[in-house]
Nanobody, 121 residues
Framework: QVQLVESGGGLVQAGGSLRLSCAAS????????MGWYRRAPGKQRELVVR???????YYVDSVQGRFTISRDNAKGTVYLQLSSLNAEDSAVYYC???????????????WGQGTRLTGSS
């Protein structure tokens, strides 16, 4: 059973930057992609970005050009560099693994607790 632990969230002012980390232990059978999702209060969880084993990436339009996903396979860690943050980015951010699709992915793992990002106005 894989364990995913997200960290790096916090309170930032408009225009600020943060880097989120997702440390994975164990494995999820049959995956070829890792992704970052977020859930804002009163909203459903949504995909923000995913990366495949072939380093193909997909970003949702609202974060394109502002967020960057990267990974360190040896360390078992996936990162999300966030810049130009604003209040609309405020959410709990989660990582997970699965199989990639053209504009997203299918999740195979269980959801963890995530890490909270709060962007001030």
């Amino acid at each position: 059973q894989v364990q995913l632990v997200e960290s790096g969230g916090g309170l930032v002012q408009a225009g600020g930057s943060l880097r989120l980390s997702c440390a994975a232990s164990g494995s999820i059978s049959g995956i070829n992609a890792m992704g970052w999702y977020r859930r804002a209060p009163g909203k459903q969880r949504e995909l923000v970005v995913r990366i495949t084993s072939g380093v193909d990436t997909y970003y949702v339009d609202s974060v394109q050009g502002r967020f960057t996903i990267s990974r360190d396979n040896a360390k078992g860690t996936v990162y999300l560099q966030l810049s130009s943050l604003n209040a609309e980015d405020s959410a709990v951010y989660y990582c997970n693994g699965g199989r990639s699709t053209h504009q997203g992915m299918l999740i195979f793992g269980s959801w963890g607790q995530g890490t909270r990002l709060t962007g001030s106005s």
